[in-house]
């Protein structure tokens, strides 16, 4: 885990891993807002081949829009991305921008309530995929 993310490393394939975080960040009320596949992505612009890789823009929608009225310029780190990437066939790295660091970019503690909620169901689904085979 670094100082902005909350991160997990699971043995499974990456497809399955995908699959599980979806279930998982559905299951805390997160819908997906944007897909970015980095490995298709990469090759089209650059013609470079990496590792699977995805970043997924969740949003849970009334958690947005507390963020928003305490601090509308917060609306530049919406929605949280959570990246799946695969670091060999049976491992696969999952990663969540931590709500907490928009406390320290918003400079406010107005945020506090609605990362901390954020925080916690991120760290849920993270667990769920952790505990599924």
Known sequence: MTAFT???TVRRPYDRTLAAVRDALAGQGFGILTEI?????????????VQPEIILGACRPALAYRALRAEPSIAAVLPC????????????VVEAFDP??????????????????????LAA?????????
């Open 37 to 49: 596949d980095l490995k298709a992505t990469l090759k089209s612009k650059l013609d470079v081949d």
């Open 81 to 92: 991305n959570v990246v799946v990437r695969s670091v060999d066939a049976e491992t696969t």
């Open 6 to 8: 909350l991160s997990s």
């Open 125 to 133: 689904a993270l667990a769920v995929v952790e505990q599924e085979n």
């Open 100 to 121: 907490s660091a928009m406390i320290g970019l918003a400079g406010t503690t107005t945020l506090n309530d609605v990362a901390a909620e954020a925080r916690t169901r």
